[in-house]
């Protein structure tokens, strides 16, 4: 148990410690805040070579000064004086490099940098020409480290002024095998052109990949341009679908406010209730009542239409709702209007249907759509309610004996906002009915549907699940 | 005999709940503040403590919602059933009548045929959230 235990912290610590590392990391490499984009890039990766180049010089120094070799046989006792100039020379070089490299002047710290080997080895020459114990045909291994420089120029600073380190290199070798001709190249003329050589392949293998990478860069930046793009005419449409909210709500309450005065002002005159009116002004007081309501509806309907269109209908839903009931409420709706037109209106539902989850008020709004549609376009004849209960839901048929829909019209009929030709010579109505009543039967998780034909007649039917799957909602409308 | 008091700025919507109480002479007892200054003071200077309280939302210089604050603080009235008559009727101005503590919400334009059975089962204790 205690050792579990004891593996547990030591986990834990050495988790603890690699965080710490990779934070001292991160905040050592940490470009300057006025750098962005490729510059911060740059910078980021110049000093994530500085320091490592820092950290390796450290180590080097400790070496040399500690010189944990002087107790092996063979070996002198005393600190490498070349050794220890050549650490102390770069460190500095590497220090100032990183200053550099922390600023937004990163670039001279990348030219330093790729300046410090070629410094390093003239140093070390320059100490081994005094002492005079230059080993003889060395040159060509140092030329091979000043090429490092051009490769860490290349890589950090831009194309073009990589290349001028790599000619400065070259102009720097060739000073060195022309100055110091005793120490060149004992037999070894090839390594010399070879070395020559590479600074050009580096800078043109570090070019093709500069020109690589402009390429994905000028790529990204598109990228980037089109998602900033994209995401502005996103904002300009979300601002403009709130603009629409709150123009639909005020709207809303303030048609509300003065419909209150027409449609109960006209209905209290109706009732006689402050002195008799004739049988003229009676009809006339009950038309503002009835147009002052079917203002009222068209109200409703565009409401609800802009909240299906924001997905923001949410239902008010109740556990056993009798549709029996519920179709019931809609016929006496309805009924009235059928008084002066040779139109029966039976319903043949059994008694017992099984109860429904739903919105109560929107399952009476489909039912009445349908009903007072049916009630409109037939002249004559039958509107019959039935239903048909299968295993998960119920069917409820409204049919009527009107004119039918034509085939041409049937594809406008859930469309918001058209009317079918006949529809527009009944007059009334918004056009919005049927698609509200389509995208309620919808979230309720039953469909709505019809089938037609012309002076036969037309049946809607609208199925409920018997145990809807919906979760209750916690608001109404 | 019910008594309710129905704070409202608008005049036409005042005239509107005094056709009603006229058709319900024996039933119903509207009393009227047509502003919300002092609303807190000429609540507690009233005769008697209504039985139910009808409040317009937007209002000045007490909102509805102030209105509400204001009644659930007197231990006499915060039992009383307040209800918004309000002409504001999106689904996000319902909620937040719902969740500042209004017991029930009708809508302007009122149904004046149903509004006396609506008050009453208000009384009774259901919650009205009636959109006309």
């Given at each position: 148990m205690e050792k579990g235990l004891d593996t547990q912290a030591q986990l834990t610590s050495a988790k603890s410690i690699s965080q710490w590392v990779t934070n001292l990391w991160q905040h050592v490499t940490k470009p300057s805040q006025s750098l962005s984009g490729e510059d911060k890039r740059q910078a980021n990766l110049l000093l994530n070579l500085l320091s490592a180049s820092l950290m390796l010089n450290l180590i080097a120094l400790v070496i040399v000064v500690t010189?944990?070799?002087?107790?092996?046989?063979?070996?002198?006792?005393?600190?490498?004086t070349r050794s220890l100039l050549v650490s102390f020379t770069s460190l500095t070089f590497l220090v100032i490099a990183y200053a550099f490299g922390r600023s937004q002047h990163y670039e001279w710290g990348a030219l330093l940098l790729s300046l410090a080997p070629v410094i390093m080895v003239l140093v070390g020459l320059l100490y081994a020409y005094t002492s005079e114990n230059f080993p003889d045909g060395r040159l060509g291994s140092f030329i091979y480290f000043i090429n490092l420089g051009t490769v860490v120029g290349s890589v950090v600073l831009s194309v073009r002024r990589s290349i001028y380190v790599a000619i400065g290199n070259v102009i720097l070798i060739m000073l060195l095998v022309w100055l110091l001709p005793q120490w060149s190249f004992d037999g070894q003329r090839d390594e010399m052109i070879f070395s020559l050589i590479i600074p050009g392949l580096i800078v043109a293998s570090v070019t093709l990949r500069q020109r690589y990478l402009n390429q994905i860069n000028s790529q990204i930046r598109e990228l980037e341009r089109l998602n900033a793009a994209e995401q502005a005419a996103r904002k300009q449409a979300e601002q403009a679908d709130q603009t629409k909210s709150a123009f639909l709500a005020s709207m809303s309450h303030e048609l509300r406010t003065p419909l209150n005065a027409i449609i109960n002002f006209s209905k209290f005159l109706g009732k006689e209730v402050s002195g008799p009116i004739n049988d003229e002004q009676k009809q006339l007081v009950g038309h503002i009542s009835e147009s002052g309501q079917h203002l009222l509806r068209l109200i409703n309907d565009v409401l609800d239409m802009s909240r299906i269109a924001a997905g923001s209908l949410a239902l008010y839903v109740e556990d056993d709702i009798d549709l029996r009931d519920t179709i019931q409420v809609a016929v006496n709706y309805v009924e009235p209007s059928l008084h002066d037109k040779p139109v029966t209106l039976t319903m043949d539902l059994p008694t017992s249907l099984p109860m429904v989850t739903g919105d109560r008020k929107r399952l009476l709004q489909i039912f009445l759509n349908i009903l007072s549609n049916a009630a409109k376009f037939t002249e004559e004849g039958v509107i019959s309610i039935r239903s048909k209960i299968t295993a998960n839901e119920i069917e409820i048929a409204i049919q009527d004996t009107g004119a039918g829909i034509a085939d041409e019209d049937s594809e406008h009929v859930?469309?918001?906002?058209k009317q079918t030709d006949s529809g527009l010579r009944q007059g009334g109505g918004t056009g919005l009915g049927m698609p509200i009543s389509r995208e309620l039967a919808e979230a309720h998780g039953g469909r709505l549907w019809f089938e037609s034909e012309r002076g036969v007649g037309t049946t809607f039917y609208v199925t409920v699940p018997?145990?809807?799957?919906l979760v209750v909602e916690e608001l109404t409308i | 005999m019910m008594r309710v008091l129905y704070v409202e700025d608008d005049a036409r919507s005042r005239d509107v709940l005094r056709m009603v109480a006229r058709l319900h002479p024996n039933e119903l007892d509207v009393t009227i503040f047509?502003?919300?200054?002092?609303f807190e003071a000429r609540l507690l200077a009233l005769p008697s403590v209504p039985d139910l309280i009808l409040l317009d939302i937007h209002?000045?210089?007490?909102?509805g919602f102030e209105m509400l604050e204001m009644i659930k603080q007197h231990d006499d009235y915060k039992t009383i059933p307040v209800v918004a008559l309000t002409a504001s009727v999106m689904s996000k101005e319902v909620q937040i009548l719902r969740r500042v503590g209004f017991h029930s919400m009708l809508s302007k334009p009122i149904d004046m045929d149903q509004f006396l059975s609506q008050l009453q089962r208000i009384l009774k204790g259901d919650a009205i959230w009636y959109i006309a």
């Open positions: 010189n944990p070799l002087s107790t092996t046989e063979g070996v002198a006792a005393t600190i490498d859930f469309s918001s906002f018997l145990k809807s799957a | 047509d502003n919300s200054t002092d209002m000045k210089p007490h909102t």
